[in-house]
């Protein structure tokens, strides 16, 4: 099935350091979210993007709706060890008025202590 | 707990069998999503409804793949004559809120 790109595939990090990731589509949308997923359980929302240009926090972590629509990004400050995890970006609606989300292929984030 | 519920959370079939997964929703959701996902992947969307109609299909969900969510509720998931190749985690979301997820194991 369809999958956003997600950039980077997987990263260390020192703690302490500062994270960026990006989830780019082909595609516009009108919805962009942001989930964090532990082995062997549900992805659990972190952020919630719904206009172009938002620019939206959650405690360290800052996402971003790129202008264009089809691109967004996700930054977490200060990483810490219970950071690490599978990132996943998550597009809806657009030109198809569909309501389904389609999901990106997922960052893995390794902190080291 | 006013979260999303999954049940059962594994299952282990043999091949061939018939599995029902079923979704406690966010009462006061109206969408409900059903996703697989598989090792090393995204969730991939299977079916979503509107309280209880089925406005969606993806292409993934083969003909031994049937859901249901009477009057707007729970909803069920069932796989006929499992294949191997089914064997995944599958996810309920509520909106944009997930369950834990049933782990899937066909042998």
């Known amino acids: 099935g369809q999958q956003l790109n997600q950039s980077p595939q997987s990263m260390f990090i020192q703690e302490g350091e500062d994270v960026s990731m990006n989830c780019t589509s082909s595609s516009i949308f009108n919805t962009w979210l942001w989930y964090k997923q532990d082995p062997g359980e549900g992805p659990v929302l972190l952020i919630a993007?719904?206009?172009?240009?938002e620019l939206t926090s959650n405690g360290r972590l800052t996402a971003q709706f790129g202008i264009t629509r089809k691109d967004s990004f996700l930054n977490i400050s200060a990483s810490i060890p219970s950071d690490v995890g599978i990132y996943f970006c998550?597009?809806?609606?657009?030109?198809?008025?569909?309501?389904?989300?389609?999901f990106g292929t997922g960052t893995r984030l390794k902190v080291l202590a | 707990d006013t979260g999303v519920s999954q049940d059962p959370r594994h299952k282990i079939t043999k091949r061939g069998q018939n599995v029902t997964f079923r979704c406690d929703p966010i009462s006061e959701h109206n969408r409900l999503y059903w996703y697989r996902q598989t090792l090393g992947q995204g969730p991939e969307f299977l079916t979503y409804f509107q309280n209880e109609a089925q406005l969606e299909k993806s292409r993934l969900l083969s003909d031994r793949f049937s859901a249901e969510r009477p009057k707007g509720s729970f909803s069920t998931l069932e796989i006929q004559r499992t294949e191997q190749g089914d064997s995944a985690m599958y996810l309920c979301?509520?909106?944009?809120?997930f369950g834990p997820g049933t782990r899937l194991t066909v042998t």
């Open positions: 993007l719904y206009k172009a240009g």
């Open positions: 998550a597009g809806q609606g657009g030109t198809s008025g569909t309501y389904k989300y389609i």
């Open positions: 979301a509520s909106e944009q809120y």
